[in-house]
């Protein structure tokens, strides 16, 4: 949308003195990627990104990504020039608690900030993971004449994302699915903290991307309006390839003695060098003001009411042509689950509890997938190349595939629905949460446990984000046997537990991997993490599978193993273990020492229940007893007495031989609860 009635020039100095003069009166923040992408910014929003300040949550608008999130003051003055509910107010409060304008952009915070950007290098993998759910959700809405789903993807980026690992793999799976609506640009101001890159950034960037199949644009002087606004035409003409266009800027742009200096990045530019860049770029006017005509020039909302009345008018006609199509659109979008959603819950964990089978949790899970993925046609699944052992495919979920000139393929006249990431744990992660955040799937992947740490920045980011992400992690513990202490988990049950807001699930049986799955589903507003074994485990009888929502509940009283007294201590396990406490339950019961097992399959769901309910399950006088085939170190705030855990690495050997080396043996239970009931004596 060129007007060349606009003052571009001064559009984009608006941005650079919003930007200098909130870092300056936070005494915080990063002025120079905002000056030095001002004139990008200038070209990507006054002329082709399709939004609408009025409606940030339109489902077809454009996204925008801030990857190299240091800039955040780049997305608060665009946002609030354009005309977002982002008052100058905001501007002045930059970094201030409880402000819309935080350090680093958060969605739900700021109205048009679509992720969470500051790590640097997650959000170009969450771009990819936007413009991959846009290329889907076309391909399975919209028909002949009616493109309800049409937007792009864009995003800027800066060295520090190019240097991360998981831009190679956020990259390489862009180039693979031909996602020709993802649109980067490339901050290349020779610039990161420690100085000019050139020592330890000589990659050949444009070669690199066009290695991984993108095509590339560039280099363009990034502060030619025009030569922006050209490439980014051009990229959009690319119907079969993501793009990169390479903009050489300066950091810091405007200011004399600091533009092209690691100075300019990270600190205020002080008030002497504020002055002088006023007068560099001849912007005469006070701190946080803007003159009209610059406002006028930036606003955005008439535009926008024009596309999205358009869209709406579009979207009309979808409905009056497919009714059926366009409200399941609406649901989907709207993250709602299906009307049937508790039905086929019920169904699934009714046939659990109906077959009682023993296997691998792991194939409890993909039991239960059968089930959700058949009911949910949103529920996008994958597996960063371990499919056969995670068992994240199901029936109802073909391998999602593109074709040659990059359309996705269709299976029975849809969209594969599982996809192979590669190995790669961490783009996965954070392409699931750019998923997510889009809108119009569930995203969920599997792993080996041991690996979440390389997902790990991006389950917190999905946590602290609030997105429904959900990660199956197999092989959960020494349990998985030969493969050793590389691959057997020791603290990552423990350590995920940690991460605030996100759900952890380490499952027992059939029955709980299933409700495990079902509260994975419905949280709207959390990740959740399934903890899945490798090996087989029994069925473990229960009367009702509504308590497994609370996350832990009483398995078995001394009445199951025909004690008539109360229980003088309780057994806590997870997972694998419970059959352990069951065991040993069995046997104390010989020796007429009647324990309670609690399982407690979620640690974090349980935290969260009523004190009343928690004292139920394991009531103040009774010593606590946790086994879990994991570190010990998160046992101790529930008052246990003895943990019996592993607070070292595993072994490579069959699992039966290390349960036993590791002393996870009824007969090591039942000598820990005695232990500690002599104790207590
Ligand atoms: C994963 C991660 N590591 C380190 C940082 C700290 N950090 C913030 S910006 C930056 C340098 C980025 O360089 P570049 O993208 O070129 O930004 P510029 O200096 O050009 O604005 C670093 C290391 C971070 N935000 N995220
Ligand atoms: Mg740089």
């Known amino acids: 949308m060129p007007n060349s009635t606009k003052n571009i020039t001064a559009m984009a100095n608006a941005i650079r003195a919003l930007a200098m003069d909130a870092v300056q009166q936070a005494n915080s923040g990063h002025p120079g990627a905002p000056m030095g992408m001002a004139d990008m910014a200038v070209a990507l929003w006054s002329r082709h990104l399709r939004h609408h300040p009025a409606q940030p949550q339109w489902a077809d608008r454009d996204r925008f990504v801030l990857s190299n999130g240091h800039a955040s003051m780049l997305i608060y003055a665009l946002l609030h020039l354009t005309g977002y509910d982002l008052p100058i107010s905001e501007i002045k409060a930059f970094r201030q608690m409880h402000s819309k304008t935080p350090g680093h952009p958060e969605v739900g915070i700021t109205p048009g900030v679509e992720t969470t950007t500051g790590p640097l290098g997650q959000g170009i993998t969450n771009a990819v993971g936007m413009a991959l759910a846009e290329k889907m959700l076309a391909t399975e809405f919209n028909r002949e004449g009616h493109r309800v789903v049409d937007h792009h993807t864009y995003a800027f980026l800066g060295d520090g994302c190019l240097m991360e690992g998981i831009s190679h793999e956020a990259a390489a799976l862009a180039g693979a699915w031909k996602l020709s609506k993802l649109i980067a640009l490339y901050d290349d101001n020779g610039i990161s903290i420690d100085g000019q890159v050139a020592p330890w950034f000589v990659d050949d960037t444009p070669k690199r991307f066009e290695a991984y199949g993108w095509n590339v644009v560039g280099p363009v002087d990034g502060h030619d309006v025009d030569a922006v606004d050209g490439a980014i035409e051009k990229a959009k003409m690319c119907t079969d390839k993501p793009t990169l266009i390479v903009c050489k800027t300066a950091i810091g742009k405007g200011s004399p003695n600091r533009a092209n200096t690691a100075k300019a990045h990270g600190e205020p530019l002080g008030g002497d060098e504020i002055k002088l860049t006023r007068e560099t770029l001849g912007w005469p006017h006070d701190a946080f003001v803007i003159p009209e005509e610059v406002y006028a020039d930036w606003n955005a909302k008439a535009d926008g009411e024009q596309l999205v009345n358009d869209w709406n008018q579009r979207f009309a006609a979808y409905k009056t042509a497919y009714p059926e199509l366009a409200a399941e659109f609406t649901r989907r979008m709207a993250g709602e689950l299906p009307a049937n959603f508790a039905e086929i819950c019920v169904q699934a964990v009714a046939s659990a509890h109906d077959k009682a089978e023993t296997v691998a949790s792991r194939k409890a899970s993909q039991i239960a997938l059968e089930f959700f993925t058949a009911g949910l046609p949103e529920m996008l699944g994958g597996s960063a190349d371990l499919t056969g052992s995670n068992l994240t495919n199901t029936k109802s979920t073909p391998a999602f595939r593109v074709d040659e000139d990059g359309a996705v393929v269709l299976t029975d006249g849809k969209p594969g629905r599982h996809i192979n990431y590669g190995v790669r744990e961490f783009g996965m992660a954070a392409i699931m949460n750019g998923v997510a955040l889009h809108g119009g799937y569930i995203p969920y992947a599997g792993t080996f446990l041991t690996f979440s740490d390389y997902s790990r920045n991006a389950i917190r980011m999905?946590?602290?984000?609030?997105?429904?992400?959900?990660?199956?992690?197999?092989?959960?513990?020494?349990?998985?046997?030969?493969?050793?202490?590389?691959?057997?988990?020791?603290?990552?049950?423990?350590?995920?537990?940690?991460?605030?807001?996100?759900?952890?699930?380490?499952?027992?049986?059939?029955?709980?991997?299933?409700?495990?799955?079902?509260?994975?589903?419905?949280?709207?507003?959390?990740?959740?993490?399934?903890?899945?074994?490798?090996?087989?485990?029994?069925?473990?009888?229960?009367?009702?599978?509504?308590?497994?929502?609370?996350?832990?509940?009483?398995?078995?009283?001394?009445?199951?193993?025909?004690?008539?007294?109360?229980?003088?201590?309780?057994?806590?396990?997870?997972?694998?273990?419970?059959?352990?406490?069951?065991?040993?339950?069995?046997?104390?019961?010989?020796?007429?020492?009647?324990?309670?097992?609690?399982?407690?399959?979620?640690?974090?769901?349980?935290?969260?229940?009523?004190?009343?309910?928690?004292?139920?399950?394991?009531?103040?006088?009774?010593?606590?007893?946790?086994?879990?085939?994991?570190?010990?170190?998160?046992?101790?705030?529930?008052?246990?007495?003895?943990?019996?855990?592993?607070?070292?690495?595993?072994?490579?050997?069959?699992?039966?031989?290390?349960?036993?080396?590791?002393?996870?043996?009824?007969?090591?239970?039942?000598?820990?609860?005695?232990?500690?009931?002599?104790?207590?004596?």
């Open 462 to 681: 999905a946590a602290l984000m609030k997105q429904r992400v959900i990660h199956v992690f197999t092989h959960d513990s020494i349990g998985l046997g030969e493969d050793g202490p590389t691959h057997q988990s020791v603290e990552h049950a423990a350590s995920l537990r940690l991460i605030p807001g996100l759900d952890v699930w380490r499952p027992a049986d059939t029955t709980e991997t299933t409700v495990a799955w079902s509260i994975a589903l419905a949280n709207k507003n959390r990740p959740s993490a399934l903890l899945l074994s490798r090996q087989n485990l029994p069925y473990a009888p229960k009367q009702d599978a509504d308590v497994i929502t609370q996350g832990a509940y009483i398995l078995a009283e001394p009445s199951e193993v025909g004690l008539k007294k109360k229980a003088v201590a309780v057994i806590i396990a997870t997972g694998s273990e419970v059959q352990l406490a069951l065991h040993a339950q069995a046997e104390l019961a010989k020796l007429a020492i009647p324990v309670r097992v609690v399982s407690m399959p979620s640690t974090t769901v349980f935290d969260r229940q009523p004190v009343a309910y928690k004292k139920e399950v394991l009531p103040a006088n009774l010593p606590r007893i946790a086994v879990e085939a994991g570190v010990t170190d998160g046992w101790w705030k529930y008052g246990c007495a003895a943990v019996v855990g592993i607070d070292t690495y595993g072994e490579s050997a069959p699992a039966g031989v290390l349960f036993k080396h590791f002393g996870f043996t009824t007969d090591n239970v039942v000598a820990t609860v005695r232990k500690v009931l002599q104790l207590k004596k």
